[in-house]
């Protein structure tokens, strides 16, 4: 699977919006991209992945740039509840490494008031 | 039930002593992930389960590690002769079929909350 490339911190005040930033330049093409949040003390949360197209759910929007090569995840409008520490990861879909995850150091996300 | 369940969510042993941690997927999830996160660390991979397919063991970091799934469903997680730097969080997740639906888009796992293993 692709490396990916993360800030170690990032700060928001509360009420903005919270871009997270990902390199995944060596990424393929039957890769996806995906990002998680790991609330301290609980398990890591799902949020949102994507192919190609920007996706948008209910916690967060996710916009992969043209070349696939890098993505930032977006929480529009970030709240204390927010701060966690959030993995970008690519894997592919099936094949030999069945989705399998592999979460880097992620970048530890502090909202503040 | 609605998410992963894990269990006993934390559990403290004493050295050499062997423990069974039980993950509960979710329902019709065929594929399941046992992961385990030391204490100021990222999470390492240690075995994949999917249907009927031999798992992947390639994360067990030694031979006391072991892992079942009983038809299909709930997985144990075994350590024999625990060692100190086996004390982690041993975190379960479950997934549908990478490949489900046939060239749609695969869904992302569900983690439980984790079983802390503390070995004094």
């Known amino acids: 699977d692709a490396k990916t490339t993360q800030p170690t911190s990032m700060d928001c005040a509360e009420g903005r919006a919270a871009n997270l930033p990902c390199n995944h330049s060596?990424?393929?093409?039957?890769?996806?991209v995906y990002w998680y949040r790991q609330i301290h003390s609980q398990g890591p949360q799902y949020i949102i992945h994507?192919?190609?197209n920007n996706e948008t759910n209910e916690m967060a929007s996710l916009i992969i740039t043209e070349d696939r090569k890098s993505s930032t995840l977006i929480l529009p409008h970030a709240t204390l509840r927010d701060t966690a520490v959030y993995y970008c990861?690519?894997?592919?879909?099936?094949?030999?490494?069945?989705?399998?995850?592999?979460f880097g150091q992620g970048t530890i996300l502090t909202v503040h008031p | 039930g609605a998410g992963v369940s894990q269990s006993p969510s934390n559990k403290v042993t004493e050295k050499g002593k062997d423990v069974e941690l039980r993950c509960d997927p979710i329902?019709?999830?065929?594929?399941l992930y046992w992961y385990r996160q030391s204490l100021g660390q990222g999470l390492e991979f240690l075995i994949y389960f999917q249907g009927n397919s031999a798992p992947d063991k390639s994360g067990l970091p030694s031979d006391r590690f072991s892992a079942e799934r009983t038809g299909g469903s709930v997985s144990t997680l075994t350590i024999q002769r625990t060692q100190q730097e086996d004390s982690a969080v041993y975190l379960c997740?479950?997934?549908?079929?990478?490949?489900?639906?046939?060239?749609?888009?695969?869904?992302?796992?569900?983690f439980g909350s984790g079983t802390r293993l503390t070995v004094v």
């Open positions: 060596t990424i393929s093409g039957n890769e996806y």
């Open positions: 990861i690519v894997s592919s879909a099936g094949g030999t490494s069945y989705g399998k995850l592999t």
């Open positions: 994507g192919l190609k």
């Open positions: 329902s019709g999830h065929t594929a």
């Open positions: 997740a479950s997934s549908l079929p990478r490949d489900r639906p046939p060239g749609g888009k695969p869904g992302g796992y569900t």
